[in-house]
């Protein structure tokens, strides 16, 4: 691929969280390295509570035993924010994108990544939208996404978390992104119906795509791999110098 308004957008699945983030930083460093397509990376992961660089210790509420007994798993991470929850039933959004020169702002990107969930949401009739002092996406009922991202020679990673049937009562271990006395919610809570987390990262392309203007290529993660595979192999082989020709006798 050669055009970078091409966009993998992969449906990962439930991933590691710390699994997840290894795949990121390969994305990435290839990408530095002149891998040509951006990556949207779509997936769930199970239970973990994630501490960005901005995170404080006495916003994690639960002890280890109580951690350990709901199965919940810890990792500091060096996205922006303080502290927030992934697990079943949430949507997570990793975008590694190579931001284009008129795109290199980052509070226009975090924006834009509001914008896409606005309108994802919009598709199912949640009313949505921005709180001033506090970065994500809201509704009367709650945060119902929260963001947190990294940028390196503008290379994003990272992302967002929607809670779709999120089990909220996970997010009475911690104080949700460092914000006392405001609640969360989901899009479940919101409909009074479950939602199926593969029909939300469906429904999310188009946002996404008129929203950052990429062009969607819906692949498969053995065919990402196999693409990163390829790319660096590729890389790899140019790099070697050619072998010198054995004198003839």
């Known amino acids: 691929m ?16 710390d699994e997840a983030v290894d795949l990121q930083m390969r994305i990435c460093a290839l990408k530095k390295e002149g891998f040509p397509a951006d990556v949207l990376l779509l997936l769930e992961h199970p239970p973990t509570i994630t501490l960005g660089r901005n995170a404080t210790a006495a916003h994690l509420l639960a002890a280890g035993d109580e951690l350990r007994r709901r199965g919940v798993g810890v990792s500091h991470v060096d996205r922006g924010g303080d502290i927030t929850f992934h697990g079943p039933g949430q949507l ?20 834009n990544m509001e914008e896409s969930l606005i309108r994802l949401l919009e598709q199912y009739g949640i009313r949505s939208g921005r709180d001033p002092k506090f970065t994500g996406v809201w509704t009367s009922g709650g945060k119902i996404a929260a963001m947190g ?14 809670n779709v ?7 009475g271990l911690i104080v949700p992104c460092g914000i006392v006395g405001r609640s969360v919610t989901s899009m479940q809570a919101e409909l009074s119906r479950a939602v199926a987390l593969e029909e939300a990262a469906e429904k999310y392309l188009p ?8 062009r969607v290529i819906r692949t498969e993660p053995s065919e990402l ?17 050619e072998s ?5 006798p």
């Open 2 to 17: 050669s055009d970078d308004r091409d966009c993998m957008a992969v449906w990962h699945g439930r991933v590691a969280f």
């Open 149 to 162: 991202v990294h940028l390196s020679r503008w290379i994003t990673r990272h992302g967002f978390a929607l």
């Open 165 to 171: 049937t999120t089990d909220l009562s996970y997010y």
């Open 225 to 241: 791999l196999e693409a990163l595979d390829a790319w660096e192999a590729g890389k790899n082989a140019a790099a070697r110098p």
């Open 244 to 248: 010198s020709a054995a004198p003839a």
């Open 207 to 214: 946002a996404f795509s008129s929203v950052f203007g990429r």
């Open 92 to 111: 997570v959004g990793y975008p590694i994108l190579s931001l284009r020169p008129g795109e290199r702002d980052v509070h226009r990107y975090m924006r």
